[in-house]
Every structure is written in structure tokens, then in C-alpha cells.
């Protein structure tokens, strides 16, 4: 027979207390009666208020309401990331898709995109913006590397977009004196020099 220990009765003063911050009434914690079975799915917003019940089942609960959260996301966004309509021309490249190519627009979303990473890494990194990373080391480094990844995913996508567009979309004859013929007559003039 295991004899175990009573509980630690936890003083929760956020409920009692409604000026103190953090308030929240547990009667709209869950939902109706009828849908109890779903909302116990996903976690409480106080399951860490009293720690005493199961840690690997809060931890479930919490990765299983944040993945569902994020399928969500990603289904409503699939619509403009499987068309390429972020940051590029689809519109203007399905009126006239034999001049307009999306390989030109898709190199400079994924460029800029690689440099808003850039920089959110090196802020979450040197500016922490929960309280909890800026005490936790491992995390803090951990999510530096994981955002610089995923930059250097990008950029290398927007090279490859750009050597597509450079290989099939750019017509020299037609696009005279604007940006990229002017990047490439400097850059022609600046390898004749080194040579």
C-alpha cells in the first residue's frame, strides 16, 4: 500500500482579488456544459496557477492547443503562399502571364523576408522580449540559431529565384537603362577592371 503525501492546499489570490492584475474569472474558463469534452482538449489558461496536477499532460495540452492554433493559421495562409501572392504580382502575372514573370517578385519577398528575420533573431537575441529569456541562456541562443536557419533558407531561395529570373525572364534588348541593366553594366565594368 503507497501512502502519499496531501496535496498542498495553493493560495490562489488572482480569482478573490479582482484589482490585482491577472484577474480571471474560472466561470468562463471552459465552455458550455455540452462542449466541456473539447475545451479539456487544450489546456486552461491557469493550468501552471497550482502545479499540482499532471506536468506531462499540461505540457500535451499546451503543444496540442498551439498546433492546432497554428494549423489554422497556415490553412488560411496556404491560399497566398501556394499562389505566391505575398509580396509579389500575382495578380499582374495572371492578366498577362507571357510577359510577366513571378520569379522576379518571388527572389525579393523572400530576400526581404530573410532580412526581417535577420533582424527579429538579433532582437529577440540582444533585446529580450519575455521575461523568461532573458534568464534562460540555452533558449535564447537556441532561437538565435533557428531564425538564422531559417534566414539562410531564405536568402538562398531568393538567389535561386533571382538566377531564375536572370536566366529566363531578363531580355537585355527590352530593359535598357533601368535598374538591373545599370547593376550589370557596373558590374561588367568592375570584373573588366580586376581581370
Known amino acids: 500500500m503507497i501512502i502519499h503525501s496531501p496535496e498542498p492546499k495553493v493560495k490562489i489570490l488572482v480569482d478573490r482579488d479582482p484589482a490585482r492584475p491577472g484577474h480571471f474569472s474560472r466561470t468562463i474558463a471552459k465552455g458550455p456544459e455540452t462542449t466541456t469534452w473539447i475545451w479539456n482538449l487544450h489546456a486552461d489558461p491557469h493550468d501552471f496557477d497550482s502545479?499540482?496536477?499532471?506536468?506531462?499532460?499540461?505540457?500535451?495540452?499546451?503543444?496540442?492547443?498551439?498546433?492546432?492554433?497554428?494549423?489554422?493559421?497556415?490553412?488560411?495562409?496556404?491560399?497566398?503562399?501556394?499562389?505566391?501572392?505575398?509580396?509579389?504580382?500575382?495578380?499582374?502575372?495572371?492578366?498577362?502571364?507571357?510577359?510577366?514573370?513571378?520569379?522576379?517578385?518571388?527572389?525579393?519577398?523572400?530576400?526581404?523576408?530573410?532580412?526581417?528575420?535577420?533582424?527579429?533573431?538579433?532582437?529577440?537575441?540582444?533585446?529580450?522580449?519575455?521575461?523568461?529569456?532573458?534568464?534562460?541562456?540555452?533558449?535564447q541562443l537556441s532561437l538565435l540559431t533557428h531564425h538564422m536557419w531559417i534566414s539562410g533558407f531564405l536568402i538562398v531561395g531568393a538567389a535561386a529565384y533571382a538566377a531564375i529570373f536572370m536566366v529566363r525572364g531578363y531580355d537585355p534588348t527590352t530593359r535598357y537603362n533601368d535598374l538591373i541593366d545599370r547593376v550589370l553594366r557596373h558590374r561588367d565594368a568592375i570584373i573588366s577592371h580586376l581581370n
Open 51 to 139: 502545479h499540482t496536477s499532471d506536468l506531462e499532460e499540461i505540457s500535451r495540452k499546451i503543444f496540442s492547443a498551439h498546433f492546432g492554433q497554428l494549423s489554422i493559421t497556415f490553412l488560411w495562409l496556404s491560399g497566398m503562399y501556394f499562389h505566391d501572392a505575398r509580396f509579389s504580382n500575382y495578380e499582374a502575372w495572371l492578366s498577362d502571364s507571357t510577359h510577366i514573370g513571378p520569379s522576379a517578385q518571388i527572389w525579393r519577398a523572400s530576400g526581404i523576408t530573410s532580412s526581417l528575420t535577420i533582424v527579429v533573431a538579433h532582437h529577440m537575441y540582444l533585446m529580450s522580449p519575455y521575461l523568461y529569456l532573458a534568464t534562460d541562456y540555452g533558449t
